[in-house]
């Protein structure tokens, strides 16, 4: 009898233990009440949610809402304290000192310190980190070198003055390197935790530490998200939801069904035309966004600058833009509408000039004819990379259908986000779908991808010529000659055909009118910090 006791007794002990480590493991997680948090839907499962890696716009959201830069942006543009509260810098436009305040605090409780922010940086820049991001912090001096291996981490000038003071010594001058440490390169990070756990950091709510409005709850791979509001904010007393379930859905249709069941109150820019066609009421934003295929300058196949033109002219924009949707427009052009030249009283697309090869309609005559000296068939199938995302695949099938009529036989890759992610990383297609966005407030957002370094340089496309033009674009302050090098810049990428515009759109969405308040930021960010409950008014 006494064993049996023994062996009970072990039984009890080992399930308490169980127990007792499964509350450790999950003491962050909390029960979700779906009556007072809004469900919103911007994309599918992410392959990653660590600000170093993250690339896509609906991650970008995510990320948003979790962290907090130097500063941040509001609705209109407007550059608003972040965790700094002050800033200054030099006369030409070099050096930046940020205060940071005393209150900023991570989301376990911990002060956010000037050291967060330089671990944070040069992880973004360590080459083994092999950031997509990296070059957006290039206007650091030395942290180009440091990236691309020609330099030293000792070499790049971010000073840590004490626990609340940062300086910034820059490359060249740039007046806008106030906006762009509120982008997602710029979030801070910690370092102990990150060594903690390694690259797993970013799955559990008691390793992934934020310091923005609000906390990770939990992540539950390809079903939801969940953060709830952060109580170390700073400024919490401000923040209204008490938390936000971001649905991952990649199937548009399910998305379509669940919305009109009333188990989702917002989607983002998902759903197809033919979709949205059956929603009563649909809302725009002023954020645009623009579609185009790169076309991968390492293989063979596209060594042929005729076929690369034969495509451009084969592809009937209007049509596209149809399928596509009401918000949709066909694109001549990478650089959207929205850039205003003050000292000419123009849009900077007013001066474009890319007309040739381009064109809203197709002209397959035209592209046979660049194709009669151009052997296809010992190129074979060409391979088209997508995600599964539904409006991605219907773009996919446009462009297949519209590109037999000139002989190409294209073969559409479409795979899940993650592994999308890292075949476009890695080059693995022919084709690539792609979209862009300003990614912060100021034309040359739309010509990084294009250096030579840069890792989402999709097409692989390399010109000197670009380069020292952007380089000098970044340095110059008068707006009329900036402009005139910009489309110099702009000019050179069109003309090589390696990037082919198909149309842009400002961003719509779908809401049950549960909440209000939110916003896109100017980068494309749906911010939820000032958003609250319709019965909260």
Known sequence: MKNKFLVFGSIILFILLIVGCCYLINKNKQMVDVNITPRIVLGSEPASIDPAKSLTIDIRSYLSNLFEGLVNIDEKGTVKEGVAYEWSSNANNTEYVFKLRENAMWSDGVRVTANDFKYAWLRVLNPETASGWASYLYYIKGAEKYNNGTGSVKDVEIEVVNDRTLKVTLENPCSFFISMTALQPYYPVRSDIIEKYGDSWTENSYSFISNGAFRLNDWKHDLEISVL????????????????????????????NSFEAGEIDYVGNILTAEEMKQVSEIKTSSFILTKFISLNLNKNIFTEINLRKAISIALDREEISKVIGSQASPLLSFIPYGFYNISENKDYTEDSNHTEYLDKKSNIEEAKLLLKDVDLKKYGKIQYLTNTSSSNVILAEIIKNQLSKIGLNIEIVAVEKKIFNTYRKEKKYDIVAASWAAEYPDITSYLYGFKSSDLNNYSGFKNNEFDIIFSNIMSENDLAVRFKMVHDAENLVMNSFAVIPLYDENTYYITSGKIEGYYYDVTGC???????????R
Do not use: C, E, Q, V
């Open 229 to 256: 509001k952060n109580d170390f904010y700073w400024n919490k007393k401000n923040i209204k939801l008490p938390g936000i379930i971001f649905k991952l859905f990649s199937d548009s249709s399910a998305i379509l």
């Open 526 to 536: 749906l911010n939820f910090t000032k958003a609250r409950l319709i019965k909260d």
